[in-house]
């Protein structure tokens, strides 16, 4: 028989007397043992169903009362006794468990950043569910090994192998939910950069995104059935392991029960749901290849190394839970089990899985920056096919053609070559007194040529002659000096119309003080009402002083 007896009935110490019994040197009455129903067991404990004491040096009590308490007891539940292989073991395995979760936080951050808008067909939380996963297995792993330490402590077997279990659990479904992120964020990713150069390429509500859309939920579905088989249960049956009898009769048909067994059915169910999306994901993302010889091979080839290793250790983990659920030599949940069984097939394969999803993701870039990247590969293609040759970066600087930064940076350039506020009046006042200083010595150093004069052949002609074309003199705006706000924009605005559009600039002999219209020369009155009225002519070369005109006919309008 396989099982090993924690502790056998033994018969109460000699005394004195018949009424007397002896621990570690201390008489207790046998008498008021015998009347509470105490009784005696081979590890060194004394109980009566309700209460449990250790009576060994140096725990031994110090006294009996007739009521049947104990002074200075020990409670049998306690981690009195020294670290066992199996605590040894989790605290070794805890260890690893720790250095990777640091890496996993690494690698959070580093494919988690966003270098690009993000899209509403591919959210940021789809690349970080996997090292989410994986801070949940460290975690769950961790409580579990440490928790796992007190079972051989304590010197009857009470809530640590519970809590161990628990999380061992827990560390499997989350192991398993970690390789489908892995793979169903492979798929996405594929899908991503397929119709990067082309977003209409594939759509959303095809075949083939609602298959990418219910394959999640299958996969979800069978793993929370797992989670309702295992966790809610009565977990005290696999604390009694104190006896073989308690054993027989709790333990292992606990242990072993039709939940157990169905729940690992689910995982292997969640295995083959992975193996579906990776065979999805190569199907519709990568080339296809004839024939059925050639499309095992070219699926085996499209794979990642990452999966190629990680799959086979997913499904270890499926079967090493398969086993321990008809096998309870072999389960965790034994107080007494097989340790190279238990962490070998229960801990190993999910520290290795942990491991090579850290490493692959160190080798891997940041999703934006490689498809950035691959943007940028694509420019320089069309423009190869199309013959343009893009200027080096230091040509922009070299020119002072700053193309760099946002939409805001190039509105500020903007504003600072003209300034803003009142300083902006400032700026433009400073710019129109250098320019008419440029304009005055312009015109003292220009050579004057006098225009070309035409004879006539009396005063009658000389009258009908055409007049020289006048050219006025460059316009200088002077500062505003007066108090008026709307008067100091006015000329502020005019300013800056010249500066910026010279060839609108009005003439010298114009008015400023009148905005509404201004005079085309000394000697020809307005063709525009003074007033803010409307004129009641119908003709634009018509004064508003003249006779309005008279219409006879539909045909004159």
Not at 307 to 313: C, E, I, K, S
Not at 408 to 426: F, H, K, S, W
Request: proline share 6%; net charge positive; charged share 20%.
């Amino acid at each position: 028989m396989y099982l090993l007896t924690a502790r056998d009935l033994l018969a109460f110490p000699s005394g004195d007397n018949a009424t007397d019994t002896v621990f570690s040197g201390i008489h207790f009455n046998l008498t008021t043992l015998n009347f509470w129903n105490y009784t005696y067991y081979s590890n060194q404990t004394i109980s009566n169903g309700s209460w449990c004491f250790l009576v060994d040096s140096p725990y031994t009590p110090k006294g009996l009362l007739t009521n049947g308490t104990f002074i200075n007891s020990t409670w049998c539940y306690l981690a009195t006794q020294p670290t066992g292989a199996r605590g040894n073991a989790g605290v070794g395995f805890a260890a690893a468990f720790a250095l990777v979760l640091v890496f996993v936080l690494m690698n959070l951050r580093r494919h988690g950043r966003l270098y690009l808008p993000a899209e509403k067909r591919f959210y940021p939380i789809g690349r970080r569910w996997q090292w989410y996963w994986g801070i949940f297995v460290c975690a769950t792993a961790l409580v579990g090994l440490f928790t796992g330490i007190d079972v051989e402590r304590y010197r009857v077997l009470e809530l640590p192998i519970v809590l161990n279990v628990f999380f061992w659990f827990l560390m499997q479904m989350g192991t398993m939910a970690l390789v489908w992120e892995s793979v169903r964020h492979w798929g996405s990713w594929k899908e991503r950069q397929f119709i990067d150069p082309n977003p209409f390429v594939l759509q959303e509500n095809d075949r083939r995104g609602m298959f990418e859309f219910w394959l999640p939920l299958f996969f979800y579905l069978w793993l929370w059935l797992n989670f309702f088989l295992i966790v809610p249960r009565n977990w005290g049956n696999i604390e009694l392991q104190r006896d073989s009898d308690q054993i027989v009769e709790f333990a292992i048909p606990t242990a072993t029960d039709g939940r157990f067994k169905a729940a690992a059915f689910c995982l292997l169910v969640c295995w083959l749901t992975q193996m579906t999306s990776l065979w999805h994901s190569i199907r519709h993302y990568e080339p296809r290849n004839r024939g059925l010889f050639n499309r095992v091979i070219g699926f085996l080839g499209y794979i990642p190394f990452r999966f190629v290793l990680m799959m086979p250790l997913a499904l270890a983990v499926v079967a090493y839970q398969a086993l321990s659920a008809w096998d309870f030599r072999l389960s965790p949940l034994n107080a007494k089990t097989s340790l190279l069984a238990m962490y070998l097939g229960g801990y190993a394969p999910t520290l290795l899985i942990l491991i090579i999803h850290v490493i692959a993701g160190f080798l891997r870039p940041n999703e934006d920056r490689k498809l950035i990247r691959q943007r940028r590969e694509r420019g320089q293609e069309i423009d190869r096919e199309l013959g343009l040759v893009q200027k080096p970066a230091w040509w922009r600087r070299l020119n002072g053609d700053p193309q760099g930064g946002s939409m805001r940076d190039r509105i500020m350039r903007n504003v600072q070559e003209v300034g803003g506020g009142r300083p902006t009046a400032r700026h433009v006042e400073r710019l129109a007194a250098q320019r008419a200083a440029q304009a005055e010595s312009d015109a003292a150093n220009a050579n004057i040529e006098m225009n070309e004069m035409h004879r006539t052949n009396g005063i009658r002609g000389a009258a009908n002659a055409a007049p020289p074309a006048y050219t006025p003199p460059p316009y200088t705006p002077t500062p505003y000096g007066g108090k008026s706000d709307q008067r100091r924009s006015e000329r502020t605005m005019e300013m800056a119309a010249g500066l910026l559009f010279p060839g609108t600039a009005p003439e010298a002999g114009a008015s400023v003080a009148s905005p509404r219209g201004r005079m085309d020369s000394p000697s020809q009155p307005s063709q525009r009402p003074g007033t803010s009225e409307r004129s009641h002519s119908t003709a634009s070369g018509v004064s508003t002083s003249g006779p309005p005109q008279q219409i006879r006919s539909m045909l004159d309008v």
